[in-house]
Every structure is written in C-alpha cells, then in structure tokens.
C-alpha cells in the first residue's frame, strides 16, 4: 500500500510540469491555433525562471519570468501565424528548436560565468520550494501523503481548474472558442478574432513557461541542466488530445502520463531493460495519437478552425 501511495505521489510530481504545458497548449488550440513549439516555450521558461531565481532567489520573480519568457515565445509564433498568416505546423516546430537552443545556448554562458560552473539556486528559494504538507500536523491515511507536495504542484492544478472555469463557463471563453470553431462567423458577430487568439495565444505561451520552470527549479535540484525539458513539450501536445481539449481531464491525464515517467522507479529492473521505461512514456505518446486519429467523435474532436489560419477578405 505504501509503494501504491509512494508511486501516485511521484506520478503526481512528474506530471506537473505536462500539466503546465498541456493548460497553455489547450488554450492556444481552443483560439484556433496549433501550436508545436510547446517545448520551446517551456526551454524558455525554464531558463528564464531558473535565471531570475539564481539572481534574485525570490519565488514570485522567477515565476513570473518564467510566464514572461514563455509569453515572448508565444509572441514570435502568435506574430508570425496570426498577423502574417505564416504555416501554423512549421512556426511551431521552429520555434521549438529556437527555444531550446535559446534555452541551451544561455545557459551553457551562465554555467561558464558561475564559479565552478554549477549554477545552483540560493538556499532561501529551495527552502520555498520544499514539499509541506498542506494539511498541517493533520494524519490522514494516504491523503496527507499525497497532499506534502511543492507549491507548484498546487498552482497547476489551480490553473487547469481556473482555465476549465474560462473556457466552458465564461462569456469571453465561449468568444474564444467560437473563434477557435469558425473565426468567419465569430468575425461576423462582432468578434476580434485577432485580438481574442493573441490573448489566448500568449496566455497559453506564458503557461507552458511555467512548465519550463517546475524542471529548472524543482526537478533538476535547484542546479541547471541544459536539456532538462528533454522532450516533455512533445508529451504535452499529445496529452491536450489524450484530455480532449479540456484542461479539467487534463489533471488526471498528466498524473497516468507522468506514472508512466517514474514507472521504472517502482519495477524491477530485471524484468526489462531500463531504456524500456524511459521510451515508455514516448510509445504512449504515439499510442494515443494513432488512437485518436481513429476516433471520430464530434464531442472530443479539436477544434473545426484549429491550424487553418483566418483571412478575413475571404469570408
């Protein structure tokens, strides 16, 4: 039972960061913009977060550089697909390798500029970063476990919650998903389709930073390690269709993806080979995308405008 409970609580923890980025895919897909350069983003939230903490080893800084960094990717795409009407597919995917060779690139001049070439955060932020439990001196079974977690944890699901609130409950989410569905129409009935997939756009950018960050400061020890992102943008995209586009179905999608990215933690390491475990979480990945190009569903389909750029003269 405590192996059970350990492996949730590590699932839980690995997943954040696919949270984080997933929330901020869902938002610029929802507005009618795919957007593959989810890796990119996060690279650069990551070094953004990581940097300002470093300097300042204030918490509240480094998040919000980490959205700020994340938003600036999000610009170049939203500048680039919105105003210039350039091919959604390949603005995504450059902006990834831009991202992470920003990312990379930075960071292999602060590792240079550090004494000892190990950047590693100041002790007042990991302390502020440390898992607590959010229940007190409170013993409960089980649930005090899975409830002694850092205060990033939290702030995903916070935003997955507040974001699923926005888009299926709010006057100006039902604008953005109109837009997301049928810009002309939305156009026609008063919409600024611009305005609403920029909003969305570098809001979603500024997200999946945060992502970027939750590696930085947390998962690499408080230490920087260029490539930490390491491919979990790409999971990420695939975890917005594994939740049908609603970052609600989101939060448990991100804990079974992230089970599956400490699985080998909690395996013998005899029964397969330890590379197995780390390609598990890709070959899900693949999984559920050959799955879900074989599901014809309205109800859970991307939405009708997404990827397909508006040019208002031709409504």
Same mark, same amino acid.
């Given at each position: 039972?405590?192996?059970?409970?350990?492996?949730?609580?590590?699932?839980?923890?690995?997943?954040?960061?696919?949270?984080?980025?997933?929330?901020?895919?869902?938002?610029?897909?929802?507005?009618?913009?795919?957007?593959?350069?989810?890796?990119?983003?996060?690279?650069?939230?990551?070094?953004?977060?990581?940097?300002?903490?470093?300097?300042?080893?204030?918490?509240?800084?480094?998040?919000?550089?980490?959205?700020?960094? &994340?938003? %600036? /990717? $999000?610009? +170049?795409?939203?500048?680039?697909?919105?105003?210039?009407?350039? *091919?959604?597919? #390949?603005? !995504?995917?450059?902006?990834?390798?831009?991202?992470?060779?920003?990312?990379?690139?930075?960071?292999?001049?602060?590792?240079?500029?550090?004494?000892?070439?190990?950047?590693?955060?100041?002790?007042?932020?990991?302390?502020?970063?440390?898992?607590?439990?959010?229940?007190?001196?409170?013993?409960?079974?089980?649930?005090?476990?899975?409830?002694?977690?850092?205060?990033?944890?939290?702030?995903?699901?916070?935003?997955?919650?507040?974001?699923?609130?926005?888009?299926?409950?709010?006057?100006?989410?039902?604008?953005?998903?109109?837009?997301?569905?049928?810009?002309?129409?939305?156009?026609?009935?008063?919409?600024?389709?611009?305005?609403?997939?920029?909003?969305?756009?570098?809001?979603?950018?500024?997200?999946? &930073?945060? %992502? /970027? $960050?939750? +590696?930085?400061?947390?998962?690499?020890?408080?230490?920087?390690? *260029?490539?930490? #992102?390491? !491919?979990?943008?790409?999971?990420?995209?695939?975890?917005?269709?594994?939740?049908?586009?609603?970052?609600?179905?989101?939060?448990?999608?991100?804990?079974?993806?992230?089970?599956?990215?400490?699985?080998?933690?909690?395996?013998?390491?005899?029964?397969?080979?330890?590379?197995?475990?780390?390609?598990?979480?890709?070959?899900?990945?693949?999984?559920?995308?050959?799955?879900?190009?074989?599901?014809?569903?309205?109800?859970?389909?991307?939405?009708?405008?997404?990827?397909?750029?508006?040019?208002?003269?031709?409504?």
């Amino acid at each position: 039972m405590n192996m059970f409970v350990n492996f949730i609580f590590a699932a839980f923890k690995a997943g954040t960061p696919l949270l984080f980025g997933t929330t901020g895919e869902i938002l610029t897909e929802k507005a009618g913009n795919l957007n593959l350069g989810v890796e990119g983003m996060m690279y650069m939230g990551a070094f953004g977060g990581f940097y300002v903490g470093l300097k300042t080893g204030n918490l509240l800084l480094a998040l919000l550089a980490a959205f700020a960094f &994340g938003m %600036g /990717g $999000a610009l +170049i795409y939203a500048f680039l697909t919105v105003t210039l009407k350039a *091919n959604q597919n #390949v603005t !995504g995917l450059t902006l990834t390798i831009f991202g992470t060779g920003f990312a990379n690139f930075f960071g292999e001049m602060m590792i240079r500029n550090t004494p000892g070439g190990q950047p590693k955060l100041p002790a007042g932020l990991l302390n502020l970063l440390a898992e607590r439990p959010l229940l007190g001196d409170l013993q409960i079974p089980v649930l005090s476990k899975l409830l002694s977690t850092n205060p990033l944890v939290y702030l995903a699901i916070i935003l997955a919650i507040v974001c699923s609130f926005y888009i299926s409950r709010t006057r100006t989410g039902l604008k953005m998903r109109s837009v997301g569905e049928n810009p002309g129409a939305a156009d026609a009935a008063g919409v600024n389709v611009s305005l609403m997939k920029y909003a969305n756009i570098l809001a979603g950018g500024g997200i999946c &930073g945060l %992502g /970027g $960050a939750y +590696i930085a400061l947390i998962n690499g020890g408080g230490v920087w390690n *260029n490539g930490a #992102v390491n !491919g979990q943008g790409w999971i990420a995209v695939a975890l917005v269709i594994f939740a049908s586009w609603s970052p609600a179905k989101a939060i448990l999608g991100s804990i079974v993806f992230g089970g599956f990215s400490v699985l080998d933690m909690y395996i013998p390491q005899d029964l397969l080979p330890g590379a197995f475990y780390k390609m598990l979480p890709f070959l899900v990945t693949a999984v559920v995308l050959i799955i879900s190009s074989m599901r014809k569903s309205k109800k859970h389909a991307q939405p009708a405008g997404c990827g397909i750029n508006y040019f208002r003269e031709e409504r």
